[in-house]
């Protein structure tokens, strides 16, 4: 029962937040009585016990106190800042839910940097790209002048619906297809236009920290789903989709970021049966397909939808010019129309020169010949991390494709101060517990080998690995 | 009294809409009792009548039904769609205020385009710009591979704090400075950042209409402030902040969109003066500073502050190559902190290509001369407009820079009639009513003169006259 201890830890966190942020909001001011115990779990759909157990610890932290016989109420003590700073109407009080952790840890600068799931810009045919991109200014002289449509551009639409039909057979027209600012962006707009305040989701366990803070920000339940080296519990799935029916189950099957899992064939399938059967849409986040070691993954989940219970996110431009940020979110037009009008009000349409730019290099020969090379480079990377690591007795499943080995390391081991400590040191690393919907996963970490050169791998792993063991 | 009449009819619809909201999000369901009036008066700040009035018109409309002596609930008809809807689980529900009316008229291709308040890309100096770019990447050979840093690329801030010394005397450091992809998503990360739902904000009557549509996305609630060729009330504004204490003022007070008027000096300083006394943040949306025509407009309200009560949006790239989309978010820390947090979960940073071209070609000699040029194109495109349109009886104020004209047309015209057939006709134009918080101005419209050539801007405007006198 270890999975259902879980969704009640997290249901217990949750609705202790869900008071915290309503008076924050100032929904509940000082001294208002809280909703009745039945109501709330009513209302949230929570065991009474759940918001009981909330209840108490609102009491044991000062956030609320109880009357005799009447109810809990809003302590005046924890009011007092939040009420005072907003009769205060200090500009600087921004959203309570406003965070990403991802950046924090990225935005630290360090020599060794394993925090940054991105390829090495050395690794990029830099010279051929630049000549590249003189080009496509003498095909469109006017790019600098010119405004995208706010769905992106025409021509590169229908260069990716050959692309998919060629690669996926999946048969498409340029009315399925968003273009974002990437992939981020798309899991953005998705999160304002399908996730409402309270919505319960399914997201996987581990799963991409940014994400969990985009939605967070929405005020999204999070419901985890474990993801293994085999994949999802597919009962356990099918049992969380009934008993929660969640709006979106975000996935990112291939490649999995932060595991490297891939989830296989049989399970896409079955994947699609269930969102049709449950009514939940799949967000289907591949975000480096064609990363891969020794073969191509299964074809995507989207691949498997026929009634358009699949949004797939497909970022292209991450490993061959990353700078352009380019990203399609592809499903059917009445899923992708209300996108559009969100990326409408979010920048008005991605700029037409990083559009135009990345179709023709995309669509150039030159770009199989870098793809090739580049698979080859980071499974050398990833062999040079593995071999560094061979004797600390961390251990860890070889991803198959990918920028990212996780890891687990000894219990005793305190992943927070071994981060302090490695910062300290010029070597950064993204822990595990961001990761995680529940947050903990406290022996784990991510550790990207596709940003920094071999020696620099080779030097921060073994520096990380002394700074561990001096633990 | 105008101004009182409109500020309840405001709070009346404001009412009308928010029980409509609760009813489609699901919180308020069939046969559930509506707030009693005294209550939902106290709580949303209104007089009881205005919610007395509110619950009448729901009643009229069927969305409730009265039990005598008891009160007011959800009618089952109205609820019944949004509720088989909700436990359908259509992935298609999206957010109810997702609406951008604006860029629905934009997507509509016409031959004669006046709704694009944009520059026609045949004014821009292209080839110098190709040209420029090749330049760019023989500098950053690795421009495509990299990603900027959240807040912008840190070359870029520190020319852009040397600029703004230079030309309005303001000191600022790189950490006051978030480069953003076009005003929009300026505007959009303050509203995510700084906008509660049922928030107060002041916005101008009329105004940009994109931004409304950003703010009621997030739940705001507007109190308009008017707009005149003088700038504006400021003891109505003065009045309006006491009485509303709104967290934010959204303006345009140079070359405004859609009216062209310009707020005047003194005004500006006893703005910031207000902004500080009520503790109101003014967002001050500056995108097409340099587009005057005989001479250059006051400086920024942003230059007169001290305490760190203005942020300034300045839009860049939108008259010397708008493809690129640069904007810079300038504030004091503390404001801008929370605003790099979103803009970390919205794309993660705008792309380095479209900055670091921007910087190198906005700092060279040529750029001035194209200035100069383009003013003069622009207002020989105006007087274009004012010539064609001087024997329809129309009347506007001659804007002394920017892009549009604001037309009063007859009363007697129906607009929204007189666009369906100009459209048909290929002409498209921004009705005024849209750019109107409280969507009247049914006799205004918006056409822009920057973005088709001479020959068309005289066709189109005959055309539109024409379509016009046969109402």
């Known amino acids: 029962m270890h999975a259902s201890t879980n969704d009640t830890k997290l249901l217990f966190r949750q609705t202790y937040d869900y008071i915290i942020t309503r008076i924050e909001r100032g929904e509940l001011k000082a001294h208002d009585k809280l909703p009745s115990i039945r109501l709330l779990a009513q209302e949230l759909r929570v065991h009474r016990l759940t918001v009981f157990r909330a209840y108490q610890l609102l009491k044991q932290n000062d956030k609320v106190y109880v009357k005799e016989k009447s109810g809990y109420y809003v302590s005046p003590d924890f009011t007092e800042h939040v009420i005072s700073e907003y009769t205060d109407r200090s500009p600087i009080t921004s959203s309570g839910h406003l965070k990403n952790s991802l950046s924090e840890i990225q935005q630290v600068p360090v020599i060794y940097q394993f925090s940054q799931s991105l390829i090495d810009p050395n690794l990029l045919p830099n010279l051929y790209l ?8 003498d095909i469109y002289p006017k790019l600098m002048g010119t405004y995208s449509s706010v769905q992106g551009d025409e021509e590169l639409r229908e260069f990716l619906c050959q692309y998919m039909k060629r690669h996926h057979s999946i048969q498409l027209t340029v009315s399925d297809l968003l273009i974002t600012t990437g992939g981020q962006q798309a899991i953005d707009l998705i999160s304002r236009v399908y996730i409402r305040p309270m919505d319960f989701i399914l997201v996987e366990r ?266």
């Open 130 to 137: 630049s000549e590249y991109v003189k080009k496509v200014f």
């Open 206 to 471: 581990p799963t991409y920290s940014a994400a969990l803070d985009i939605f967070r920000q929405q005020g999204a339940r999070f419901i985890p789903v474990d993801i293994s080296p085999e994949g999802y519990d597919l009962e356990k799935v099918e049992m969380l989709m009934k008993q929660h029916r969640p709006r979106i189950f975000y996935m990112n099957p291939t490649f999995h970021n932060p595991t490297g899992y891939t989830v296989p064939p049989d399970q896409r399938k079955q994947l699609v049966e269930l969102a049709e059967r449950y009514r939940c849409l799949l967000i289907e986040d591949d975000a480096i397909h064609e990363m891969y070691f020794d073969q191509p993954p299964p074809q995507p989940i989207f691949s498997y939808d026929t009634d358009g219970w699949v949004v797939y996110l497909r970022s292209f431009s991450k490993y061959v010019a990353p700078g352009l940020r380019i990203c399609a979110v592809i499903g059917r037009p009445s899923v992708i129309q209300p996108l559009i009008t969100a990326k409408s009000l979010a920048d008005n349409g991605t700029p037409l020169v990083n559009q135009k730019i990345f179709l023709h290099y995309f669509e150039s020969e030159r770009i199989r010949q870098h793809l090739e090379k580049l698979r080859i480079a980071l499974q050398i990377r990833k062999e040079i991390v593995e071999e560094e690591l061979s004797t600390t007795g961390w251990s860890w499943v070889s991803p198959k494709g990918g920028f990212n080995l996780w890891l687990k390391l000894p219990e005793e081991l305190p992943v927070e101060e071994l981060l302090k400590e490695s910062i300290r040191q010029s070597v950064s690393f993204v822990p595990g517990m961001i990761c995680d919907p529940l947050r903990e996963m406290r022996s784990w970490i991510r550790l990207s080998y596709s940003f920094v050169n071999e020696g620099q791998l080779r030097d921060g792993v073994r520096l990380l690995s002394d700074i561990a063991r001096r633990f």
